[in-house]
């Protein structure tokens, strides 16, 4: 199994076989040179969406076309692509699992917003979450952008997962500081890889806080497009 950052909170992940796409971002993504892109998407299988802020969908709908693959997420933003555009969407909503013949992917809540701007102006597509996406022999925990919950508890007695993809970068979602926090007091990861950082300024620069805070668990600061790779 690989993890692959495509920068900020962007993800290829490969895994039993499946191919999907966390949140791609493209087009003006800082830390993804356009030389870059084929690479990225190459081979997908899926894609998962865990809202409709523009540096987590602004792709989604050309990549699924191009490379006529399914588009996983929130049943309101699914629903809305399905009848406007035409796409292959799956539909659910936070409870409920998908079952990817040899994965399964289960969504889960966040705390954050979900909007989007069409032409007739900023229109909000149901709400925030994140994934528990399970194969492998592995249960990956995807935060998307959220800041710490409660939640979280129930979340690792429900999965258990051992690797955390957490946002960290502070501003727009939980810090380095926070999300140091919520990985000690509600999980026990074995591996931890931050994200939605590094991207802008006004973001965290720096794992260093994590990495501090988290001294048994294996803080992977990762590199765009360089595989991390799980036995």
């Not at 900020?8 to 003006?28: C, M, N, Q, T, Y």
């Amino acid at each position: 199994m690989q993890i692959i950052w495509l920068g900020h909170g962007s993800f290829r992940i490969e895994i039993a076989g499946k191919v999907l796409l966390i949140d791609p971002w493209l087009s003006g993504n800082p830390m993804l040179p356009q030389a870059l892109h084929h690479s990225a998407v190459t081979g997908a299988t899926h894609i998962l969406i865990t809202h409709g802020h523009a540096d987590h969908s602004v792709d989604t709908l050309s990549l699924a076309r191009r490379l006529g693959i399914p588009i996983l997420g929130q049943y309101d933003l699914m629903g809305f692509w399905n009848d406007t555009e035409g796409v292959q969407t799956t539909g659910f909503n936070k409870g409920g699992t998908v079952d990817l013949d040899g994965v399964a992917i289960t969504m889960v809540h966040a705390v954050h917003s979900s909007s989007m701007s069409t032409p007739e102006g900023p229109r909000f597509v149901g709400t925030e979450c994140g994934f528990m996406i399970e194969g492998a022999g592995h249960t990956i925990y995807v935060s998307g952008d959220t800041d710490v919950m409660a939640d979280m508890r129930v979340f690792n007695d429900l999965h258990a997962p051992d690797i955390g993809i957490l946002c960290a970068g502070g501003h727009f979602t939980m810090d380095m500081r926070r999300a140091a926090y919520a990985a000690k007091t509600f999980f026990n990861f074995k591996t931890v890889i931050p994200c939605h950082y590094r991207t802008m300024p006004l973001l965290e620069q720096s794992a260093e806080v994590l990495i501090a805070s988290l001294p048994e668990v294996d803080v992977i600061e990762p590199e765009v497009l360089v595989p991390i790779t799980f036995e």
